[in-house]
């Protein structure tokens, strides 16, 4: 029970110091010497001292013997001697107890009626409707209730109890938290899981758990597009112009990316973007503190060794690394003493804890978003077809769980062969041809398997509209190859189209810079949008419906600290790819930041 008695040291030493005595009894002065003397060694960590001090105090103050006791018994307790607490419980009179003495007596019973595997007993004592608890017991209350209720059978109980706790908790304490509530849900199983959600009001607090604990059990949840309500960065009424609304700039901030290694092009495109929109910064005049890039390898080793050299230059802010691996080899750290945005998600799922931040190119977001964007075009219907690598796959499951989500259905769903160039078979078994006039296609691949399929579908007489991720833009227009694409609608990042104004023109920056271009570009774009987010993440988390104006989508954040994307529509005209009006704020630009120095970063 190593949280339980972490958060309990505090409040003994607090209670101790404090005498917890009735005040109408006169105490003399060599028993409050003898109580400073044992709040002293309880402040030291000598528990086992404090206790006896307790107990002799206890034998020499008749009028107060229940409340020495109870420090007494509370003080075994951090020494790890439970044992030797219990039977001080029985001597105490809780009529005879005054203020929080009675709801700190029964979470010691709870705590050792749990010991005894008495989770009833235990249950009792933490549940008693009458009993009012001071915020400063609530935590421990609650995981005591939480275990009584897991060693009961109630597991869904106990992750409630535990979902109260998530918010009063931070680092390393929140991670095991979290980690205790996907699997006291996962118990459940899935069906009981989707079960609960369909019943869930949307505003649940513990629906958002439950999507998690489903799609650890590997079901693709329906994720709708999040509400875009307040642009960060609002100047705050009545206050001085440079007041932004969630501006906070970390003093100094380390970027981890692969230099070396096979993902290196990926962390150069990062890179370039990242620098280019500090050099931006300065034209906003925006606070530019000093950054300094390490090499993560594309390694987890790599990547511990980065974060760790890191916080050791003094970084208080670390962005990156890359990889998934690289992701879970920091979350797996025992510690992360220094806030983190991770440049991608861990491979298990696991959710970040405070002072943790996710951002990712997620197939998955654009699968969501096309379903989204077919319903509210009036299409209920679905065919899907997808490449067989990764991303398609996700994509396509992602996409089902949306649509069906919104009342939607999938006619049926293919995959395409990595060598085939033939996919007559394939289109015949779409049964397309007859369609409603409410169906529509669904497609996420690389522009040279789209550029095979879609004259085939007009061959086999499937006029359906087509909508795509974004994989099926290679980034450059390319009026002659595309032209076969006519008609597809795609989500993309808006800084391909110059679609968010305040940017960098897209154009001028691809002139000059090879990263910027064609496919590469998106990962640019991300990287711009990782310098922007700096000085909001902490804000995007705790406010939701807040959302920051950037290069790779409109970016807000959920509960646990992974940002969204909300990705601008596309549709490819004569062979050229051009925004779709209304699919995006067009009238949010990026803030205009506070004024400050003009550090230069230390690229090292």
Known sequence: MRLIRAAGIGLLISLALSGCVPPQVARTPAEISAEQDAATLARQGKFEQAAQAYLALAQNSPGRNDQYRLLAAEAYRQEGRLDQAAPLLTQIKRQRLTDDEPVRLDLLQAEWALNQHDPHRALQLTTQPDVAVPPKLRLRLLELRAKAMDASGDVWGAARSRVEMDGQLSGLDQAQNRKQILAQLTKLGTDPLKQRAAAMQPGDAMLPWVNEALSQLGVAVARPQPALEQQVGTVMPGQDANVREGFKMPERIALLVPATGSYAAAGTAIREGFFAAYADAARNHAPRPPVRVYDSGGTAAGAVKAYQQAVGDGAKLVIGPLTRGEVSALFGLQQLPVQLLALNHPDDKSLPASGVAEFGLLPETEGAQAADHMIERGLHTAFVIVAGEDFGQRAANAFKAELEARGGKIASTATLSGSSVNYASLINGLNAANADSDAGVFISMRPQQARLLLPQLKLARINLPVFATSHVYGGVDDAGANRDLDGVEFCDAPWLFDAQPGLPNHADIAAQLPAARGAAARLFAFGMDAWNLAPYVDWLRDHA??????????????????????????????????????????????????????????QG
């Not at 970016?555 to 601008?568: E, I, K, P, S």
């Open 545 to 602: 419906g807040s959302y920051l104006p950037g290069a790779s989508g409109q970016l807000t954040a959920d509960q646990f600290g992974r940002v969204r994307r909300v990705l601008v529509w596309a549709k490819f005209e004569d062979g050229l790819a051009h925004p779709l009006n209304g699919s995006l704020q067009m009238d949010s630009a990026p803030v205009q930041s506070p004024p400050a120095s003009s550090d230069q970063p230390n």
